[in-house]
C-alpha cells in the first residue's frame, strides 16, 4: 500500500523560509515522478512543483525562482524548499505520485 506522508509545514513570517519534507513507502519511488501541490480555501488544488525519476524540474510561475523540489530516491524522500514566501503562499501542501496523496502540511504565511 503506498502512503505519503508530509511534514515541515507551519506560520512563517513574509520572505521567511520553510522546507517540506514527503516520505514515500509502499511503492519503487524511484521510478516516479514527485509532485507538490497546493489548495488554497476556495481555490482549486494547483500544481507547485514536479520532479522526475532523472531528476528534471518544473515549477508553477508564481514559485519560479523562489521555490526548490529536490528528491533523495535512497531514502524515498522528496522535499520542497520555499524560500521569500509571501502571504499568497498560505495554503495546504499535498505531496503527490501518479494518483496517490498525502493528507496534506499546512503553510500560513503571515504577520
Known amino acids: 500500500q503506498v502512503q505519503l506522508v508530509e511534514s515541515g509545514g507551519g506560520l512563517v513570517q513574509p520572505g521567511g523560509s520553510l522546507r517540506l519534507s514527503c516520505a514515500a513507502s509502499?511503492?519503487?519511488?524511484?521510478?516516479?515522478?514527485m509532485g507538490w501541490y497546493r489548495q488554497a480555501p476556495g481555490k482549486q488544488r494547483e500544481l507547485v512543483a514536479q520532479?522526475?525519476?532523472?531528476?528534471?524540474?518544473n515549477y508553477a510561475d508564481s514559485v519560479k525562482g523562489r521555490f526548490t523540489i529536490s528528491r533523495d530516491s535512497a531514502k524515498n524522500m522528496v522535499y520542497l524548499r520555499m524560500n521569500s514566501l509571501k502571504p499568497e503562499d498560505t495554503a495546504v501542501y499535498y505531496c503527490?505520485?501518479?494518483?496517490?496523496w498525502g493528507q496534506g502540511t499546512q503553510v500560513t504565511v503571515s504577520s
Open positions: 503527490n505520485l501518479r494518483i496517490h
Open positions: 509502499g511503492i519503487i519511488f524511484s521510478m516516479y515522478t
Open positions: 520532479v522526475t525519476s532523472g531528476g528534471s524540474t
